[in-house]
């Protein structure tokens, strides 16, 4: 089984991009640890504590562990102290495969934050550095989407979540001020909803969510293919 880091600029950026997968990969066994760069606030219904809560309340929704960061939301930067912290929860968790979002985004935060990770990812592996724990390599970095542009996702991998969609829905719902009180973002859970049955078309599934490495993945053999 895996160590999984899945880093979000803000808590429910994973479980909208992501989520389903998260929920699979955890009854799988994997150990997952969702890393919230930022509290997220202010926003117009929330506040820190009920941030955390609800961002708590969906990590047990799809049974997984979650830590806080803690950077300045709306003005992350992309620095050596920002790499360092992440680099040291790389080690600390032995990560093997981080995500973060995709590197084109309307966000400042989201693109601040990946590169932020893509270079943790090589900080981590440094010897004479003064970060805790040994040095790693995590093996992958996968790019999912949590875009705040109006495109078309463009994957090279999806990975089939059927059965798990429900699951999504509840951890994005449990973000009550973010889905539930602004009725301009209810909008948000269906097209949500939409997209893992789009992705999950394109493969011949029920439901999928799409990802994208800038690394081959190697196969095996061609079991693992749904077509």
């Known amino acids: 089984m895996a160590n999984i880091l899945v880093v979000g600029p803000h808590p429910d950026d994973q479980e909208l991009g992501m989520g389903a997968t998260i929920a699979r990969l955890a009854a799988e066994g994997h150990n997952i640890l969702l890393?919230?760069?930022t509290n997220?606030?202010?926003t117009p219904f929330g506040d820190p504590e009920t941030r955390g809560k609800e961002a708590d309340a969906a990590a047990e929704i799809l049974g997984v562990r979650r830590k806080l960061l803690g950077l300045p939301n709306r003005s992350v930067q992309h620095t050596l102290e920002a790499r360092h912290a992440v680099a040291g929860v790389i080690r600390e968790f032995r990560a093997d495969i981080v995500f973060?979002?995709?590197f084109e985004d309307a966000h400042p935060d989201h693109r601040a934050v990946t590169r932020i990770v893509e270079d943790a990812r090589f900080d981590a592996k440094l010897t004479k550095i003064d970060l805790p724990g040994d040095p790693i390599y995590p093996r992958w970095l996968f790019y999912y989407y949590a875009t705040h542009l109006?495109?078309?996702a463009n994957p090279n991998f999806l990975i089939d979540v059927s059965g798990y969609e429900q699951v999504k829905h509840d951890s994005i719902v449990a973000y009550h001020t973010q889905f539930v009180m602004p009725e301009k973002n209810r909008q948000v859970v269906?097209?949500?909803a939409s997209a893992l049955r789009y992705f999950g078309s394109r493969i011949g599934t029920?439901?999928?969510?799409?990802?994208?490495?800038?690394?081959?993945?190697g196969l095996d053999g061609l079991r693992g293919l749904t077509l």
């Open 35 to 37: 890393l919230d760069m």
């Open 40 to 42: 997220g606030e202010p």
């Open 100 to 102: 973060t979002p995709f």
């Open 150 to 152: 109006r495109w078309v």
């Open 190 to 192: 269906e097209w949500v």
């Open 206 to 217: 029920a439901a999928a969510e799409p990802f994208f490495t800038k690394e081959p993945i």
